[in-house]
């Protein structure tokens, strides 16, 4: 159980495309999922707490209107970066929580960049 | 600030040998830790959780220890396999503040030698 899939596992773009990864819980509900970003050999930085049905929490000095957080339902959660630049190339990675308080179940990640 | 912390050093141990791996958090209210192991391109993977109200707790191979007065965490590993080779990350959280969400450590990188 708790397991969470992202897709696409990994994405190739223009400069100035916009991409969508997707976030699903596929064995539990979660009302609450988290969109971490990771640079080659750092640590996960969180970029924003998505809340189904109310709009994301952003972490000081994430873009929102870059970074758009979409949690539609219980089971999915969705990153679009718009307008996207080589810089926004890193390794994205969801989790969720089986319950309100407990252990975050991450995803695969998925590898973007951006040429 | 609040923060999760770990110089990035790569620990190096011999297969069949334990591996301690440590991590120092600052914020005295975080009330879990959860060690994670990410091997490379993957998502971290639960290892093992521990809860504030607990010193020690064992799983299968791995032990997390908890020591809240100099707020430190390790993560040990009995007999260590070439499998274990990966990064590992500890993370806070602290329940309290209502968003659930989690801080990481900076990461250790294991390596295995055969």
């Known amino acids: 159980g708790a397991v969470v899939s992202q897709h696409p596992s990994r994405v190739i773009c223009k400069s100035g495309t916009s991409v969508k990864i997707e976030c699903r819980s596929l064995d539990f509900q979660a009302t609450t999922m988290f969109w971490y970003r990771q640079f080659p050999k750092k640590s996960l930085m969180l970029m924003a707490t998505s809340n189904e049905g109310s709009k994301a929490t952003y972490e000081q000095g994430v873009e929102k209107d870059k970074f758009l957080i979409n949690h539609a339902s219980l089971t999915l959660s969705t990153l679009t970066v718009t307008s996207a630049h080589p810089e926004d190339s890193s390794f994205y990675i969801c989790s969720a929580n089986l319950v309100s308080f407990g252990t975050q179940y991450f995803g695969p990640g998925t590898r973007l960049l951006v040429l | 600030g609040e923060s999760v912390g770990l110089h990035l050093p790569t620990l190096s141990v011999q297969e069949g040998d334990n591996s301690i791996i440590n991590c120092a958090y600052s914020?005295?209210?975080?009330?879990?830790f959860i060690w994670y192991k990410q091997e490379s391109g993957k998502g971290p993977q639960f290892i093992i959780d521990i809860r504030s109200n607990m010193d020690k707790r064992q799983g299968q191979r791995v032990t997390v220890l908890l020591n809240k007065t100099v707020k430190h965490l390790s993560l040990q590993i009995a007999a260590t396999q070439p499998g274990d080779s990966a990064v590992y990350f500890c993370?806070?959280?602290?329940?309290?503040?209502?968003?659930?969400?989690?801080?990481f450590g900076t990461g250790t990188r294991l390596k295995v030698l055969a």
């Open positions: 914020n005295s209210a975080s009330d879990y």
């Open positions: 993370a806070e959280n602290m329940g309290t503040s209502g968003t659930y969400k989690y801080i």
